[in-house]
C-alpha cells in the first residue's frame, strides 16, 4: 500500500506500508498524519492555511483521527462533509494514481523493491506543473457531482 497527498503547490513524500500491515487509526495516525503530512506540510506552508482531503476509508473516519485533524489541520473536510464513495473528486482517485501506475508499472516488476523503486522514480518525474493542472481540474468535478447528486458522472 502506498500513501501520498498533493496541492496546487507541491507534493508529500510516499508512504509506503509494509506488506502484511493493516492501516488501522493508530498507524494512520502516528505514521502518516503526524508523521509525514504534519511536518510536510510545516515546511511546505509554513503558516499559510491550507484545505486537507480524504478519502472516506475506515482509517480516515475513526473519531480519533477526525479529532487530529480538527486540531492540526487549517482546514479539514470531516467525514461527514465527504461523500462516502467520491472517487470521481479524489484528485488522488481520478487522476494521480492511474497515471502513476501507468508509468511505474510500463515494464513487469520481478519484485516489490524493483515495484518501489519506480514508484519512487516516477512520483519524483511528476511535474509541479502536472500536479496543478490535476488539482486545478477539481473544483469543476465537485460541480458535476453535485448536478450528478453525488452520482457517477462524465468529464469531457
Partial sequence: MVWAGICKTGKTPLVFVDTGVKINKDIYLREILQGVLEPWARGHF????????????PAHRAREVQTWCRGHLPFFIS????PPYSPDINPMD????????S????TPHKNLDSLRRALIEEWDKMSLDEVRRIVENFPKRLRLCIKAKGGHFETS
Fill in 46 to 57: 509554513g503558516n499559510r492555511p491550507f484545505l486537507f482531503q480524504q478519502d472516506s476509508a
Fill in 103 to 106: 508509468r511505474a508499472c510500463s
Fill in 94 to 101: 481520478y487522476s494521480v494514481w492511474s497515471i502513476l501506475e
Fill in 79 to 82: 467525514a461527514q462533509e465527504w
